[in-house]
Each structure stands twice: as C-alpha cells, then as structure tokens.
C-alpha cells in the first residue's frame, strides 16, 4: 500500500530509500487523481517488493509540491537513487508509467 508522505517523513521515505519510489503528487477534489488512483495501486502490486509507491497530497504539502515545481495534479515523479529520473504530468496511462519505470 502506497505510503502518505508529507515534508517531514520526505527525505527519508523517498530520497533515502533503497527502491526507486514513484511519488503521486494528487489533491483529494482532483478527478484525473481518483482514476489514477487504482493504476498505481495495480503497478504497484505488479512490481512488488522492487518500486515504492508514495503520495503526498499537495493541499496539505504545498511546500513539497513547491520544492519539485508541481504545478497541477496529478503528477508523478519518479526517483532512482534519491535523484528524480523522469516525471508524468496529467491523467496517464498505464503503459506511459511502465515505460519510465523500465
């Protein structure tokens, strides 16, 4: 299950964290977000113990959104070895988060 992370538990969980993490940066009022919502949690069952599923939600985290320049929701960003490695922006699909987890 995805873990909530907020600008307190950020570093730790995501930038410290020995498996690449996609973070889901979503609004709980966002459309798009919900219907991503149950995507990601299908990735994330599919790639097991090998990707880290995150969410901050950037109505609460907004110094956190600010930080990695988020501008709308949804976005994803993936991070490899603490460092972000690609971003997806909108309501995508399945298959353009598979390519930039491979």
Known sequence: MAVRVNSETFDEEVLKSELPVLADFYSDSCVPCK???PVLSQLEQERGESLKLVKI???FDSELAEKFEV???PTLIYFK?????ARLRGAVKKTEIEEILN
């Open 81 to 85: 070895n603490g460092e972000e490695a």
């Open 35 to 37: 219907r991503l919502s």
């Open 57 to 59: 939600n950037i109505n």
């Open 71 to 73: 501008q709308a929701a």
